[in-house]
């Protein structure tokens, strides 16, 4: 059973991405539509990072994740390197539940 539903979603998600190379000719997009797809995209990307930075399940993630989600955002805005980034925001989220701050 749960092998069909994997083929299932698999084929799906392939006949979706399939159908937006085969129709792209045949969609005409206005100007403005056009100019706010790639902000569109953006946007999701930023909704699904604060999502993920704010809530654990669907209960607040506390203080020390978004803490170090927003010291490593800092980090990345002044073009540090991703491996300082990545480590900089976990050791500061440690030491944040180090000191009892959920």
Same mark, same amino acid.
């Given at each position: 059973?749960?092998? !069909? $539903?994997?083929?299932?979603?698999?084929?799906?998600?392939?006949?979706? @991405?399939?159908? %937006? &190379? *085969?129709?792209?000719?045949? +969609?005409?997009?206005?100007?403005?539509?056009?100019?706010?797809?790639?902000?569109?995209?953006?946007?999701?990307?930023?909704?699904?990072?604060?999502? !993920? $930075?704010?809530?654990?399940?669907?209960?607040?993630?506390?203080?020390? @994740?978004?803490? %170090? &989600? *927003?010291?490593g955002a800092l +980090?990345?805005?002044?073009?540090?390197?991703?491996?300082?980034?990545?480590?900089?925001?976990?050791?500061?989220?440690?030491?944040?539940?180090?000191?009892?701050?959920?």
């Amino acid at each position: 059973m749960m092998l !069909a $539903a994997i083929l299932v979603l698999a084929v799906g998600t392939y006949a979706f @991405r399939l159908s %937006g &190379v *085969l129709l792209r000719d045949r +969609l005409e997009l206005s100007a403005p539509l056009q100019r706010m797809l790639p902000m569109s995209a953006a946007a999701l990307l930023a909704a699904l990072a604060g999502t !993920a $930075a704010l809530m654990a399940g669907s209960e607040f993630a506390g203080f020390a @994740r978004p803490t %170090g &989600v *927003l010291v490593g955002a800092l +980090l990345a805005w002044r073009k540090a390197p991703f491996v300082l980034v990545v480590i900089v925001a976990a050791a500061v989220t440690a030491l944040l539940r180090l000191a009892g701050v959920e």
